[in-house]
């Protein structure tokens, strides 16, 4: 029989762009050959660094392997020393633009905010694309209004610019009417091309008091407190949305159907295309579930199995969670496809979304003057929902979070986080300086050991929420950075602060590039 090795040099390398970075580390053990072709391939050793950085390449840019070596050169060095350039190169005066910076989000390298006009109208959203700007693009923002008609109370929405898609859950009657899900192009708010049908109706529901909602390419979840039609009492039910065919399944869960209204937080997210995450929040755990989608051709329902609970820190007695939910969104992108947005792209690279963090607001009904946020690798809640057991038992904090979190504390009325891929920067007013600080945290495994930072063991006091101070072991690379703007957000090549103009007595917004991949920089050794 016919081995691997009695393969051609080029088609066995032709496999090997494939593997995960795992997979080369075993074949680079197994045997000389092996060994001797990863090694010599310029491809290859360009492929391994961008995993180790946490990068994915699709290889739609026209580069050579030099070319995208050397703008990696200059991505790295950028991001060991944060070298931000001196002066903006965009600068957008935040009234101008729609813009508001204390609801502004970053999602796919795009600056997004969602404004409503009231309580009960649809209200729009407004975005800055940085890759326009960094291009010369003169039309740098846009202001779209979904047409809904009528007068609509608007419950959640998500966006997925990498699938030029803007959802939303609304009711035509705040308190009786039935919930509809509805799909706009996210580029334009007109009706998105892709989605079977416009709108589609969550049927027997009423008296929704709180949805959530996420996308991961052709599905969507959406989580709904509120009271079916015949019930006695309200329920929180989940359902799995597919709006490339129009069709909406009420999960089915390994433990429940049905949960009591209060068990889930506004917090749900992909870890994967097929792994999700729930916030529970009268038992502060969180809840790993398995997407069970049917055979290609098949009849059968996509379903929803509990394969994993984590318990977080013990609450004092008493004590309870107003919410859990999504400090900053964190898409998984379904693939990572050619599209005319990434050509823009100064590197030919992208944060791959699957090795970045997540992290978590928690709200406590007492004490709404603490803002708490829950930091962990993505791959780390992987690998915790991997093994799934017959019987589903939450597992203890101590088995699992002070290795794999990291916990943090901001004032809410002063600092603000923003995340990008393995970073998160933290701004912070200093009393003393007079000014604020940006402290960038870096939980990249790669970039930690190449810094080899003291031991990363921080404690969170546990005042009156825990029964004990919080410690937390997760490692991270931190880098400050004096006198920053009151609000600074970030993606892989750019980073954006609000600045207040003291002679106009107005904020705008300052785009600033982090690198330039045509800086003169030896080749790596």
């Known amino acids: 029989m016919s081995s691997l090795l009695d393969l051609p040099d080029e088609v066995i390398l032709s496999i090997a762009v494939k593997l995960t970075l795992a997979d080369l580390a075993s074949c680079l053990l197994s045997c000389r050959r092996l060994s001797a ?12 660094r961008t995993m180790l950085h946490g990068l994915h390449d699709p290889f739609v840019l026209d580069m050579s392997i030099p070319e995208r070596v050397k703008a990696l050169d200059a991505w790295e060095k950028a991001w060991f020393e944060l070298s931000v350039s001196n002066e ?24 997004i905010d969602t404004q409503f006009n009231g309580i009960r109208l649809a209200g729009g959203y407004c975005y800055l694309d940085a890759l326009h700007l960094l291009n010369g693009s003169k039309s740098v923002g846009r202001f779209s209004i979904p047409n809904l008609g009528g007068d609509i109370h608007v ?13 939303i859950i609304y009711q035509t009657d705040r308190r009786s009417g039935a919930p509809r899900a509805q799909f706009h192009q996210f580029s334009t708010s007109n009706r998105h091309p892709s989605a079977a049908k416009h709108c589609l109706e969550f049927d027997q529901l009423w008296n929704v008091r709180g949805t959530c909602m996420e996308c991961c390419g052709d599905n969507m979840v959406v989580v709904l407190d509120a009271q079916k039609i015949g019930d006695a009492e309200p329920g929180v039910y989940v359902f799995l949305v597919e709006w490339k065919i129009g069709r909406i399944t009420q999960a089915r869960l390994f433990t429940l159907r049905k949960a009591r209204p209060g068990t889930y937080s506004t917090m749900v997210t992909f870890l994967s295309r097929d792994t999700l995450a729930f916030a529970l929040r009268d038992t502060f755990e969180l809840e790993l579930c398995k997407l069970v989608l049917p055979v290609a ?21 008493g004590q309870q969670i107003s919410d859990i939910r999504l400090s900053q969104p964190s898409p998984l992108s379904g693939t990572h496809e050619a599209s005319g947005r990434s050509s823009l792209a100064a590197f030919p690279f992208r944060s791959n979304p699957e090795d970045g963090i997540l992290a978590f607001d928690v709200d406590f009904h007492t004490d709404q003057g603490r803002r708490i946020i829950f930091v962990a690798r993505r791959r780390t809640l992987l690998a915790l929902a991997a093994s799934p057991r017959a019987l589903v038992s939450a597992t203890a904090w101590e088995d699992w979070g002070p290795r794999a979190t990291h916990w943090l504390e901001l004032d809410p009325q002063n600092d603000s986080l923003s995340l ?8 912070k007013y200093s009393h003393l300086r007079n000014h604020f ?41 931190s880098l400050r950075k004096e006198n920053v703007g009151s609000r600074v957000w970030l993606d892989d090549e750019w980073m954006a602060e609000v600045l207040l103009d003291p002679d106009l007595q107005s904020q705008s917004i300052h785009f600033r590039a982090i690198a330039s991949p045509t800086q003169e920089l030896s080749s790596p050794g």
């Not at 633009?97 to 390298?109: E, F, N, R, T």
């Not at 990008?420 to 701004?427: D, E, N, T, W, Y």
């Not at 402290?439 to 029964?467: G, I, M, Y």
């Open 37 to 48: 072709l990863i090694s010599e391939s310029s491809l290859m050793q360009y492929l391994i």
């Open 88 to 111: 903006p190169f965009q600068r957008h005066p935040l009234l101008a633009v729609g813009l508001d910076a204390k609801k502004c989000i970053v999602q796919s390298g795009i600056l």
């Open 155 to 167: 419950q959640s929405y998500t966006y997925a610019p990498e699938n030029d898609l803007m959802a």
């Open 297 to 317: 051709g098949g009849d059968a329902a996509p379903s929803l199995r509990t394969v994993s609970l984590l318990k977080l820190p013990s609450l004092i007695s």
């Open 420 to 427: 990008a891929g393995s970073r998160c920067v933290l701004v």
């Open 437 to 477: 600080v940006l402290d960038l945290r870096d939980f990249n495994p790669h970039r930690v050991r190449a810094l080899r930072p003291a031991p990363a063991v921080t404690v969170l006091s546990a005042q009156a929420c825990f029964e004990e101070d919080v410690r937390c072991e997760l490692p991270f690379v």
